[in-house]
């Protein structure tokens, strides 16, 4: 495999040419933007405004596929946070809080930079920016310079690849290209919570605020919110509303929303700084799933990552995650040479869903219950919501055990049945037949000003 095209140089684009980069070999990124040289909003990233929490298994991947990338970040105003120090108020209260993973909290915009910084400089990557691509065809058979496909790019010539990987996002056109390839149409599993995000960014030194970030979890009536630290001591604050509780586009307005959640923790660290952004709205957020790896006629030398492949409600932090993982993969397939065997593409393409089903489950079993269509979840998945609402009070009432089994699934490190351990369910049965224990306090959000001395 000499000539690898990557299509879409988003995270999850830049992130599979890392994996697919080695000497002797070209990993061109064809990107339909003019990429920045400095960090910066683009079209082709609408979310870039928007609150981006990078998980704790994303950024060991990221580290893993490009040694450096995390002490780049810290460098470039990254703010790294203990999760379990985060004030975190589920339905049944504020979290214990407890020594957990951590995670690193910077713009959107600074952490593709950094991520691409490194990737230029990887031996055979070629980023070829302001160039769409138009669709996909078999290149001839035979000739000195075989190749399998032709990437048809607007007003340039066809790039010839070996391999193809589709990292486009949400708005991938690979159906259509398949369609017109004479590949069976793949079905798409669609769940679409119609969630709304709306932002800004507020300068107040971290140091005047309590905690290391807030995030009231969306509420049975379908409304929640986050604030988190970024680089330059500023704070992202962002509102997240499903269906007709969408959050405004207007300041007051929104002030308001954030007033009217279960704890107005977030409005109170918002209305002690200063706005220095407009409010950014987002809603393009639905689960989308396209289900390729159930083609029966999945072509050869053809991958699709990230948010092409599966895009998930955003508010669970997972894409970014999914996205390294999935390249992760990439990488194995790819040093066992399994990529070039006949088939070996599409047993990758159902390898990825795999590592899709996690992320898929948890963002999907909380959006049901605001899509009245929606089909209900099996019975063993409704269970196991369920043990998680029991699990939630537990670390709401201080246990740190339940707290910690609930972060390490938040952050794709362990499995929903590590929730099952035996030490869980004796303490879930104890709490249920003696009683909880006091709630977790509310934590202090500002940190009060010293009152000037009057003398
Ligand atoms: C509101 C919001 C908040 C989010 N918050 C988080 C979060 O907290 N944590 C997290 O991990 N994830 C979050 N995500 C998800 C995350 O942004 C994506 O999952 C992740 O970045 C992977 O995206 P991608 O690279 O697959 O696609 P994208 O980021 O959409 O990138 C696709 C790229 O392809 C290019 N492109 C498209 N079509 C063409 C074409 N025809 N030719 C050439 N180039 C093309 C685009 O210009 C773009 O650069 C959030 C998403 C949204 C919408």
């Known amino acids: 495999m000499r000539q690898v095209v990557v299509l879409g140089a988003g995270l999850a684009g830049l992130l599979a040419a890392a994996a697919l980069a080695r000497p002797g070999r070209t990993v061109t990124l064809v990107e339909r933007d003019d990429l920045p040289d400095t960090p910066g909003p683009r079209r082709g990233v609408p979310q870039s405004p928007q609150p981006h929490v990078f998980l704790h298994r994303g950024v060991q991947a990221v580290e893993e596929l490009l040694p450096g990338t995390r002490a780049d970040l810290v460098a470039a105003g990254a703010v790294v946070i203990d999760t379990g120090d985060l004030a975190w108020l589920a339905s049944a209260g504020w979290a214990a809080r407890v020594r957990q993973l951590d995670i690193l909290s910077v713009t959107r915009p600074v952490f593709e930079h950094v991520v691409r910084q490194h990737v230029r400089t990887l031996p055979g990557v070629v980023l070829r920016t302001g160039v769409r691509v138009d669709g996909l065809a078999h290149a001839p058979v035979g000739g000195p310079d075989s ?6 790019v607007a007003d340039g010539d066809p790039l010839p690849a070996d ?6 996002g949400r708005s991938s056109r ?3 290209w398949l369609e017109h390839l004479g590949v069976s149409p793949a079905r798409t599993d669609t769940l679409d919570a119609r969630v709304g995000y709306s932002s800004w960014v507020v300068d107040l030194p971290h140091d005047r605020v309590g905690v290391p970030g807030i995030v009231v979890q969306t509420q049975p009536g379908g409304t929640g919110g986050i604030a988190v630290p970024v680089e330059g001591d500023r704070w992202i ?11 405004p586009r207007d300041p007051d307005a929104l002030l308001a929303f954030l007033d009217t959640l279960p704890d107005p923790a977030i409005a109170e660290l918002a209305g002690a700084g200063r706005a220095v952004s407009d409010v950014a709205v987002h809603r393009q957020t639905g689960n989308q799933r396209h289900r390729y790896d159930l083609l029966p006629d999945w072509p050869d030398g053809l991958l699709v990552v990230g948010d092409a492949l599966c895009a998930f409600n955003p508010v669970y932090g997972q894409g970014v995650t999914v996205a390294a993982l999935e390249a992760l993969a990439l990488r194995t397939a790819d040093r066992r040479r399994t990529l070039t065997r006949p088939g070996g593409a599409h047993a990758l393409v159902r390898r990825l869903r795999r590592l899709t089903d996690l992320p898929w489950d948890i963002a999907t079993g909380v959006d049901r219950d605001f899509v009245p269509s929606a089909r209900r979840a099996s019975p063993a998945r409704r269970a196991m919501g369920r043990w998680i609402g029991e699990v939630n009070r537990l670390g709401a009432h201080g246990d740190t055990r339940a707290q910690l089994a609930l972060g390490r699934l938040y952050h794709l490190v362990a499995s929903p049945l590590t929730l099952l351990h035996p030490a869980l369910v004796v303490r879930v049965v104890r709490a249920r037949r003696r009683g909880y224990g006091p709630p977790v306090p509310r934590p202090q ?6 009152t000037p001395d009057p003398a």
Do not use: K, M, N
Not at 163 to 168: G, N, S
Not at 237 to 247: F, I, L
Not at 445 to 450: G, Q
């Open 147 to 152: 190749h399998a496909w032709d990437v048809e």
């Open 163 to 168: 391999l193809v990987v589709d990292a486009t």
């Open 174 to 176: 690979l159906p259509s």
């Open 237 to 247: 604050v962002g509102a997240v509303g499903a269906g007709d509780q969408r959050p």
């Open 445 to 450: 959000i500002l940190v009060p000003t010293p």
